[in-house]
């Protein structure tokens, strides 16, 4: 007896999926990824099973096998997907697996898979296999364009003999030796695209690649780490935990974000920023000749966002010099969103900072200011500084002050935010309060 025997819908609706052209078929597994929907196309009818071949994607999700209690291993059922397929472009495993599992996978797909995405689990299973590791495993597809590595551990060199067509390579959430970092990225010497987040164990990084165009690097532990980067084409440099930074090509540098949440950052490196658009800083600590370094650089800046809380040298925090106004903002002509918090802000309130100031001064490109108030010291020259901002600021038409963590229960704090109240009140087209 057929399965569908008394069930008329179901047979018009197998007729109709049976007469489908086949470019459709093809077409419709095709955009499929996700192993269950591919597994369940599979039961639609033998003709749908025979296109198999012409799925490009398989996506293999953390519980893919949570509650499978079938006798064959995951390892051999992802292989059967795996093989099945006859020209696999993308594979994407986030479920447990072995060493010698994913040997048979990359086997059965090196000369099609383009690319690969892999939760390693290594950390917690401290690669207890025998023979190769997973990410020796890695070395027989040659024709990777994208390799994505989630919890990776990296403390031995991996046997690569080299990735040519490797253009990206993200590592996320692993633990990494000097060495062993430098050997693989020397085996991907064209990579355009550069991630790792949430790495630890890196003391020392020089990346050396001719081709790099974004690059984004997070680093734990410290904040003691030292980082070269040398690409002519780097457009965008992103960098967490490192404390000295030299990147001698910038001239196509356009973004640029530096930041260290636990230690301090003492030096900063770089080449002309003749072409950088957005500018970050961010950090407990800078020494105040790596602000004004990297400040007196970035002439060009359209984009500035300054949270760092300090500066001095070592252990000492000292808040920052006296910033001259007018000097700033003609050194930073271009410059049309600028999000002040803190200490920057108060450095451009002390005595002098607006003794330049006079009716012709101009900045003339400004349009958007967010300023972090956190003290209601020096608040005279503080509202000085706003109306300054507000007269000379042609094309301002957003300003945004931010009051955060301002002890209320001092007087003076009331009268502070008693003034800024009315400030905003006069400027009210312009100014909000948060």
């Known amino acids: 007896m057929h399965l569908a025997d008394g069930y008329p819908l179901f047979d018009k609706m197998l007729q ?3 007469s ?62 795996v093989s099945s397929v006859e020209r696999l472009e993308e594979l994407v495993v986030y479920c447990p697996f072995s060493c010698i599992g994913l040997a048979s996978w990359l086997m059965a797909a090196d000369q099609s898979l383009t690319s690969l995405e892999l939760r390693m ?20 597809v040659k024709n990777l364009s994208s390799l994505k590595l989630w919890g ?30 430098s050997s693989a990225l020397q085996s991907c010497p064209n990579l355009t695209n550069l991630l790792l987040l949430g790495c630890e164990g890196l003391r020392s990084v020089s990346i050396e690649l001719p081709l790099l165009e974004q690059c984004k690097l997070d680093f734990y532990g410290a ?19 490192c404390s000295w930074i030299r990147v001698p090509e910038t001239q196509c540098l356009t973004h640029l974000s530096i930041s260290n949440n636990a230690g301090r950052v003492y030096k900063v490196d770089f080449g002309k920023l003749s072409v950088l658009e957005f500018l970050s800083i961010r950090g407990i600590q800078w020494c105040w000749d790596a602000i004004s370094s990297i400040l007196q650089l ?53 005595k002098n900072s607006l003794k330049n100031v006079d009716s012709s001064f101009v900045i ?26 507000v007269k000379h600021g042609t094309r301002l038409n957003s300003m945004v002050i931010k009051i955060l963590q301002m002890k209320s229960s001092h007087s003076s704090a009331d009268d502070f935010f008693e003034e800024i109240c009315k400030f905003r009140y006069l400027h009210r087209k312009i100014v909000r309060i948060e």
């Open 16 to 18: 109709r999926m049976e």
């Open 20 to 81: 489908l052209p086949e470019a459709v078929v093809q077409f419709i597994l095709a955009q499929l990824s996700s192993a269950r929907d591919v597994a369940s196309c599979k039961c639609v009818s033998k003709r749908w099973k025979d296109s198999m071949p012409y799925v490009c994607s398989l996506y293999f999700p953390r519980n893919s096998f949570e509650n499978y209690s079938g006798v064959e291993h995951p390892d051999s059922l992802i292989w059967k997907m």
């Open 121 to 140: 689990d290594s950390l917690l299973e401290h690669e207890a296999c025998l023979g190769p590791s997973k990410l020796d495993c890695i070395n027989v």
């Open 152 to 181: 990776a551990l990296m403390t031995d060199s991996p046997k690569w003999d080299g990735f040519a067509k490797l253009q990206t390579l993200e590592i996320v959430g692993a633990r990494l030796e000097d060495a062993a970092l």
């Open 223 to 241: 904040g003691n780490c030292s980082l070269s980067v040398v690409s002519s084409k780097i457009r965008s440099l992103e960098v967490q935990g």
């Open 298 to 350: 970035a002439t060009e800046v359209k984009h500035l966002f300054m949270k760092v809380e300090f500066t001095g040298d070592y252990e000492t925090l000292q808040p920052f010099p006296e910033i001259d106004f007018v000097d700033f903002f003609n050194s930073h002509r271009k410059l049309e969103k600028f999000d002040i918090h803190g200490a920057m802000f108060a450095g451009l309130c002390q």
């Open 364 to 389: 003339p490109c400004l349009t958007e200011v967010a300023i972090t108030v956190r003290s209601p010291l020096n608040a005279e020259q503080k509202m000085c500084t706003l109306e300054s901002l």
